[in-house]
T-cell receptor
Framework: RKEVEQDPGPFNVPEGATVAFNCTYS??????FFWYRQDCRKEPKLLMS???SGNEDGRFTAQLNRASQYISLLIRDSKLSDSATYLC???????????FGTGTRLQVTL | DAGVIQSPRHEVTEMGQEVTLRCKPI?????LFWYRQTMMRGLELLIY????????DSGMPEDRFSAKMPNASFSTLKIQPSEPRDSAVYFC??????????????FGPGTRLTVT
Protein backbone atom coordinates (compact mmCIF):
# COMPACT_ATOMS: atom_id res chain seq x y z
CA ARG A 1 0.00 0.00 0.00
CA LYS A 2 1.30 3.46 -0.86
CA GLU A 3 2.03 5.79 2.05
CA VAL A 4 -0.07 8.54 0.52
CA GLU A 5 -2.86 7.77 -1.94
CA GLN A 6 -4.77 10.15 -4.17
CA ASP A 7 -7.22 9.84 -7.04
CA PRO A 8 -5.14 10.89 -10.07
CA GLY A 9 -8.14 12.42 -11.86
CA PRO A 10 -8.31 14.38 -14.04
CA PHE A 11 -11.12 16.39 -12.56
CA ASN A 12 -12.64 18.53 -15.30
CA VAL A 13 -14.85 21.28 -13.87
CA PRO A 14 -16.37 24.48 -15.26
CA GLU A 15 -15.25 27.85 -13.99
CA GLY A 16 -17.10 28.76 -10.80
CA ALA A 17 -17.64 25.18 -9.70
CA THR A 18 -16.70 23.74 -6.33
CA VAL A 19 -14.37 20.76 -6.40
CA ALA A 20 -13.01 18.53 -3.64
CA PHE A 21 -9.98 16.27 -3.56
CA ASN A 22 -9.33 13.52 -1.07
CA CYS A 23 -6.20 11.82 0.13
CA THR A 24 -5.51 8.95 2.53
CA TYR A 25 -2.27 8.19 4.35
CA SER A 26 -1.12 4.92 5.87
CA UNK A 27 1.18 5.99 8.72
CA UNK A 28 -0.92 6.73 11.78
CA UNK A 29 2.07 8.44 13.40
CA UNK A 30 2.16 11.15 10.73
CA UNK A 31 2.37 14.60 12.27
CA UNK A 32 2.08 17.24 9.60
CA PHE A 33 0.02 17.52 6.46
CA PHE A 34 0.14 19.79 3.46
CA TRP A 35 -1.19 20.45 0.01
CA TYR A 36 1.30 21.42 -2.67
CA ARG A 37 0.42 22.65 -6.10
CA GLN A 38 2.36 21.78 -9.25
CA ASP A 39 1.75 23.51 -12.57
CA CYS A 40 2.53 21.69 -15.78
CA ARG A 41 6.30 21.31 -16.26
CA LYS A 42 7.00 23.37 -13.14
CA GLU A 43 8.19 22.62 -9.63
CA PRO A 44 5.84 21.88 -6.70
CA LYS A 45 5.00 24.80 -4.40
CA LEU A 46 3.35 24.84 -0.99
CA LEU A 47 -0.34 25.71 -1.25
CA MET A 48 -1.33 25.35 2.38
CA SER A 49 -0.74 23.42 5.55
CA UNK A 50 -3.56 21.29 6.96
CA UNK A 51 -4.45 21.60 10.63
CA UNK A 52 -6.56 19.30 12.81
CA SER A 53 -9.21 21.96 13.24
CA GLY A 54 -9.42 22.56 9.52
CA ASN A 55 -8.27 25.75 7.91
CA GLU A 56 -9.27 28.12 5.16
CA ASP A 57 -7.28 30.35 2.85
CA GLY A 58 -9.53 32.35 0.58
CA ARG A 59 -11.31 29.94 -1.74
CA PHE A 60 -9.37 26.96 -0.40
CA THR A 61 -10.37 24.87 2.61
CA ALA A 62 -8.35 21.96 3.98
CA GLN A 63 -9.60 19.35 6.42
CA LEU A 64 -7.87 16.58 8.35
CA ASN A 65 -9.52 13.50 9.85
CA ARG A 66 -6.91 11.70 11.93
CA ALA A 67 -9.24 8.84 12.89
CA SER A 68 -9.81 7.95 9.25
CA GLN A 69 -6.32 9.07 8.15
CA TYR A 70 -7.90 11.25 5.54
CA ILE A 71 -7.13 14.73 4.21
CA SER A 72 -9.26 16.84 1.90
CA LEU A 73 -8.96 20.02 -0.12
CA LEU A 74 -12.00 22.01 -1.23
CA ILE A 75 -11.76 24.69 -3.88
CA ARG A 76 -14.72 27.05 -4.22
CA ASP A 77 -15.48 29.26 -7.22
CA SER A 78 -12.85 27.57 -9.38
CA LYS A 79 -10.77 29.77 -11.66
CA LEU A 80 -9.00 28.85 -14.87
CA SER A 81 -5.75 29.57 -13.02
CA ASP A 82 -6.52 26.79 -10.54
CA SER A 83 -5.77 24.23 -13.25
CA ALA A 84 -2.80 22.27 -11.90
CA THR A 85 -1.88 19.06 -10.12
CA TYR A 86 -2.52 19.05 -6.37
CA LEU A 87 -0.15 16.97 -4.28
CA CYS A 88 -1.11 15.63 -0.87
CA UNK A 89 1.94 15.63 1.41
CA UNK A 90 2.58 14.00 4.77
CA UNK A 91 5.42 14.31 7.28
CA UNK A 92 6.23 11.48 9.66
CA UNK A 93 6.78 12.30 13.30
CA UNK A 94 10.52 11.90 13.51
CA UNK A 95 11.80 13.22 10.26
CA UNK A 96 12.05 16.37 8.25
CA UNK A 97 11.35 14.51 5.05
CA UNK A 98 8.00 14.74 3.32
CA UNK A 99 6.13 11.98 1.51
CA PHE A 100 4.24 13.12 -1.58
CA GLY A 101 1.18 11.58 -3.15
CA THR A 102 1.19 11.17 -6.91
CA GLY A 103 -1.19 14.08 -7.27
CA THR A 104 -4.68 14.87 -8.49
CA ARG A 105 -4.95 16.76 -11.73
CA LEU A 106 -7.52 19.56 -11.98
CA GLN A 107 -8.59 21.16 -15.25
CA VAL A 108 -10.91 24.15 -14.99
CA THR A 109 -12.67 25.05 -18.23
CA LEU A 110 -14.72 27.98 -19.52
CA ASP B 1 16.17 36.53 -3.24
CA ALA B 2 17.36 33.73 -5.47
CA GLY B 3 15.48 30.50 -5.08
CA VAL B 4 16.93 27.02 -5.42
CA ILE B 5 19.10 26.86 -8.51
CA GLN B 6 19.57 23.70 -10.55
CA SER B 7 21.68 22.98 -13.57
CA PRO B 8 21.45 21.89 -16.25
CA ARG B 9 17.75 22.43 -16.92
CA HIS B 10 17.75 19.78 -19.63
CA GLU B 11 20.14 16.91 -20.21
CA VAL B 12 20.07 14.38 -23.02
CA THR B 13 22.64 11.65 -22.86
CA GLU B 14 23.30 8.18 -24.14
CA MET B 15 23.01 5.04 -22.09
CA GLY B 16 26.22 4.31 -20.22
CA GLN B 17 27.32 7.90 -19.89
CA GLU B 18 27.89 9.66 -16.59
CA VAL B 19 25.42 12.38 -15.66
CA THR B 20 25.96 15.03 -12.99
CA LEU B 21 23.14 17.20 -11.75
CA ARG B 22 23.85 20.29 -9.68
CA CYS B 23 21.98 22.20 -7.03
CA LYS B 24 22.46 25.40 -5.07
CA PRO B 25 20.04 25.64 -2.14
CA ILE B 26 18.59 28.83 -0.74
CA UNK B 27 21.18 30.60 1.36
CA UNK B 28 20.76 29.79 5.05
CA UNK B 29 18.72 26.65 4.52
CA UNK B 30 20.16 23.63 6.33
CA UNK B 31 18.21 20.81 4.68
CA LEU B 32 18.64 19.72 1.08
CA PHE B 33 16.56 17.09 -0.67
CA TRP B 34 16.91 15.32 -4.02
CA TYR B 35 13.73 13.99 -5.66
CA ARG B 36 12.93 12.17 -8.88
CA GLN B 37 9.56 12.57 -10.59
CA THR B 38 8.04 10.29 -13.22
CA MET B 39 4.49 9.88 -14.45
CA MET B 40 4.31 6.34 -13.12
CA ARG B 41 5.82 6.80 -9.66
CA GLY B 42 5.23 10.47 -8.90
CA LEU B 43 7.68 12.38 -6.74
CA GLU B 44 10.14 10.11 -4.94
CA LEU B 45 12.66 11.22 -2.33
CA LEU B 46 16.12 9.93 -3.22
CA ILE B 47 18.28 11.37 -0.44
CA TYR B 48 18.40 14.28 1.95
CA UNK B 49 21.11 16.15 3.82
CA UNK B 50 21.13 18.14 7.04
CA UNK B 51 24.03 20.54 7.50
CA UNK B 52 25.80 18.87 4.56
CA UNK B 53 25.57 15.40 6.13
CA UNK B 54 23.50 12.69 4.37
CA UNK B 55 20.69 11.66 6.71
CA UNK B 56 18.62 9.22 4.70
CA ASP B 57 19.63 7.72 1.37
CA SER B 58 17.15 4.85 1.42
CA GLY B 59 15.47 6.19 -1.69
CA MET B 60 18.58 5.99 -3.84
CA PRO B 61 17.67 3.33 -6.38
CA GLU B 62 21.01 1.56 -6.65
CA ASP B 63 24.76 1.96 -6.58
CA ARG B 64 24.72 3.81 -9.88
CA PHE B 65 23.38 6.83 -8.00
CA SER B 66 25.49 8.92 -5.64
CA ALA B 67 25.04 12.32 -4.04
CA LYS B 68 27.40 14.70 -2.32
CA MET B 69 27.16 17.98 -0.50
CA PRO B 70 30.68 19.35 -0.08
CA ASN B 71 29.46 22.62 1.42
CA ALA B 72 26.30 24.44 2.43
CA SER B 73 25.79 26.02 -0.96
CA PHE B 74 26.30 23.13 -3.37
CA SER B 75 25.20 19.57 -3.96
CA THR B 76 25.53 17.09 -6.80
CA LEU B 77 23.62 14.00 -7.84
CA LYS B 78 25.59 11.68 -10.09
CA ILE B 79 24.39 8.74 -12.15
CA GLN B 80 27.07 6.44 -13.51
CA PRO B 81 26.38 4.63 -15.77
CA SER B 82 23.06 6.08 -16.84
CA GLU B 83 20.23 3.90 -18.18
CA PRO B 84 17.05 4.76 -20.12
CA ARG B 85 14.92 4.02 -17.04
CA ASP B 86 16.67 6.92 -15.27
CA SER B 87 14.83 9.33 -17.56
CA ALA B 88 12.83 11.62 -15.28
CA VAL B 89 12.69 15.11 -13.84
CA TYR B 90 15.10 15.50 -10.93
CA PHE B 91 14.23 18.16 -8.37
CA CYS B 92 16.35 19.62 -5.65
CA UNK B 93 14.63 21.28 -2.68
CA UNK B 94 15.80 23.03 0.46
CA UNK B 95 14.23 23.94 3.78
CA UNK B 96 15.03 25.55 7.09
CA UNK B 97 15.03 23.48 10.26
CA UNK B 98 13.71 26.36 12.29
CA UNK B 99 10.60 26.63 10.15
CA UNK B 100 8.78 24.01 12.15
CA UNK B 101 5.36 25.42 11.48
CA UNK B 102 5.28 24.66 7.80
CA UNK B 103 8.32 22.46 7.11
CA UNK B 104 7.99 24.10 3.73
CA UNK B 105 10.35 22.82 1.09
CA UNK B 106 11.36 25.16 -1.70
CA PHE B 107 11.93 23.37 -4.98
CA GLY B 108 14.25 24.24 -7.80
CA PRO B 109 13.00 24.24 -11.41
CA GLY B 110 14.23 20.69 -11.95
CA THR B 111 16.51 18.98 -14.43
CA ARG B 112 14.74 17.06 -17.18
CA LEU B 113 16.95 14.05 -17.93
CA THR B 114 16.54 11.91 -21.02
CA VAL B 115 18.72 8.86 -21.44
CA THR B 116 18.59 7.30 -24.90
Amino acid sequence: RKEVEQDPGPFNVPEGATVAFNCTYSNSASQSFFWYRQDCRKEPKLLMSVYSSGNEDGRFTAQLNRASQYISLLIRDSKLSDSATYLCVVRASTASKLTFGTGTRLQVTL
Amino acid sequence: DAGVIQSPRHEVTEMGQEVTLRCKPISGHDYLFWYRQTMMRGLELLIYFNNNVPIDDSGMPEDRFSAKMPNASFSTLKIQPSEPRDSAVYFCASSLAGDTRSYEQYFGPGTRLTVT
